[in-house]
């Protein structure tokens, strides 16, 4: 089965437990392919920004053109840059045939802060559909931004946009691992932890403010729960034998972690303080991969148990699995989708490991790539975007496709390779 991780005979490892700057730039993107149709847009520069060491708008730009689903309209050769909406001459962009407008400033205030005013206009109908005002600090001007793309996304397509979220995934740099946190487009890479030995299964909280996630610096697997905001971690699971593939409940207080304290490899939940063990199923064949329903009532997991890798499902509760996947030899890896309606999995064909999604009352299934080795799908908090890791010429990258196979995007660190990503849930704040 391909599910085997590293084993466990490794080299004394170093740690650093706390958030650096991650020693190599972050992860580039390359777009390949576009939506069916692409909402035309025009981003004016925003007023007062040729200032500041980040523009605005080359964000909120660069956003846009990422998700595949919007047609930049050249916003150059103005006369005036229009800030307001009586500034706007409508004709201009009626001819240059841009459907939507974006317009806003930037403009210093006494306390250090910056005053970032941002709208979006219909254009035919010549009014405002949407527009903020927010105060906020050199270093938020790039988040600023990213909720000014999720704002012109929401409106203009009726999803939640997922610009201003965030990844994990874990680069390796010769025998290095480290653990990485950045922004959805790949900026602001920092290191959450830094090891000789590997990093495994990354997985986010529901809140966004924790990660679980597998480490073997004392020469076996062992489940950690690490605080993104103070840098602190617990062991969540340190039985005797293997604890990996760590999956958190919708509420936060539950994992579904992997054991082999009993023997073969067997899903358990437990309180995210480490107590309250409960085991979940009970074969003598490998169970592995757990992911909860967004309702928390169903896990479904990998297994084994029919002579090949397949998907299946159990109450959270307990009870009697029930198999999900038919299709092929092989099927792995299965995440549920935001809305619990479908769940993204790996499916082999033809010797390819491709990314697929099935849907659970057509139990319709749909391969979204063609690459040759891809693994460890996530989706995006929206539903909208699958992250999951290939390879490019032997080295590890990450990728992202749309839910309909349209939209594809490479995102590669310079160096090292990129593996295990999980995106990040949309905070509370956002």
Known sequence: MKLNKPSCVFVFSLLWLVLVPAAYAQLKIEIIGFGSTQFPIAIVPFKGEETLPQKVTAVVTADLVRSGLFRMVDSGGLTAIPAEPAEVQYP?????????LAIGS??????????VRFRLLDVAKRAQLT??????????????AHKIAD??????????????????YVVKHGTRFELQVADADGYGAQTILASNEPIISPKWSPDGTRLAYVSFERKKPIVYIQSLLTGSRTVAANFKGSNSAPAWSPDGRRLAVVLTKDGNSQIYLINADGSGVTRLTNTGTIDT????????QWVIFTSDRGGSP???????????????????????????AP????????QRNAGHFNVAVQD????????LTDNGIDESPSFAPNGRIILYATEIRGRGILAAVSSDGRVRQRLSAEIGDVREPAWGPISKGQ
């Open 92 to 100: 201009v962009w009626t001819a240059r045939g841009a459907d939507a």
């Open 106 to 115: 930037v403009s210093p205030l006494p306390n250090g802060y910056w005053d």
């Open 131 to 144: 527009g903020f005002a927010y105060q906020v600090t050199t270093q938020q001007l790039r988040n600023t």
């Open 151 to 168: 704002a012109i996304y929401e409106k203009l397509t009726g999803d939640v946009g997922v610009f201003g979220t965030r990844i994990t």
């Open 289 to 296: 991969e757990p992911n909860f329903s967004p309702d928390g």
């Open 310 to 336: 397949q998907i299946y499902r159990v109450p959270a509760s307990g009870g009697a699995p029930e198999r999900l996947t038919f299709e092929g030899s092989y099927n792995v890896s299965p995440r549920y």
């Open 339 to 346: 809305d619990g309606n479908s769940f993204v999995f790996i």
């Open 360 to 367: 659970f009352v057509s139990k319709q299934t749909q391969v």
